[in-house]
């Protein structure tokens, strides 16, 4: 279950394990799509200190037409806890984690360990509370489709997690994994197998009966009454 201290150290161990990346004496950009004002937002503070507003720029071009990949590391480590914060913008999400995603794996393995550590963090931080500018789904697809990681680990963590919140994140990966493009995948026929099993049922059941609301009390029905359809097939 996700506490502020697992998060705490995950993010300090990626800030730390990106350390040896200082922010460049002078970056390369496109004149055509950064502006001056936009490098200098990145430059006027600590880069734990930098904001959301001041990165989101940076956060869009990255790699494309900013900067090159020792700079992302750079910024990396701020970049991921501001979007695990909620303070950028969710949408930056799979952008992102894609581009971490095509070049992680030749990274020190001192920078593998601390991106999945994060990602961990982050998946137990999103099962706690609902909703999420980046939810169930996404993570999941980030984590299996992007990283390749192994994604039976965090669907016991989800089992194992007995808040409402998650439960919630259930009700609606029972509607919102079917509009996945990666039917033929095999982390996707892991997931399918799991959501048609029993794993789901229990984890909707045992919230129903201690609902907060009427409101979500329907949704977890909702949800269950899918996943008797779906369990059929």
Not at 138 to 148: F, Q
């Amino acid at each position: 279950m996700d506490t502020p201290s697992d998060l705490y150290r995950a993010l300090e161990a990626l800030y730390a394990a990106f350390s040896r990346y200082p922010l460049p004496v002078k970056t390369e950009v496109c004149d055509h799509c950064v502006s001056d004002e936009q490098v200098r937002a990145t430059r006027t503070a600590p880069l734990r200190m930098l904001t959301a507003s001041a990165l989101e720029p940076y956060a869009w071009k990255a790699l494309y037409t900013w900067g090159d990949v020792e700079e992302f590391k750079h910024y990396l480590p701020r970049l991921l806890e501001l979007l695990i914060l909620e303070e950028l913008d969710g949408l930056h999400a799979r952008s992102m984690m894609l581009r971490v995603a095509v070049r992680w794996q030749s990274w020190p393995k001192i920078e593998q360990e601390a991106v999945i550590a994060t990602v961990g963090a982050w998946w137990r931080h999103t099962l706690s509370s609902y909703p999420r500018d980046v939810d169930g789904m996404d993570l999941i697809e980030i984590i299996a489709d992007y990283l390749k990681l192994d994604l039976a680990p965090y669907l016991a963590e989800l089992e194992s997690n007995t808040t409402e919140a998650a439960a919630r994140h259930m009700a609606w990966l029972m509607h919102d994994f079917t509009v996945s493009v990666a039917h033929s995948a095999e982390w996707y026929v892991l997931l399918d197998n799991w959501i048609r099993g029993t794993a789901p049922a229990t984890i909707l059941e045992r919230a129903f009966f201690a609902a907060s609301s009427p409101e979500v009390a329907q949704d977890l029905s909702d949800a269950l009454e899918t996943h008797r359809i779906w369990s059929r097939h």
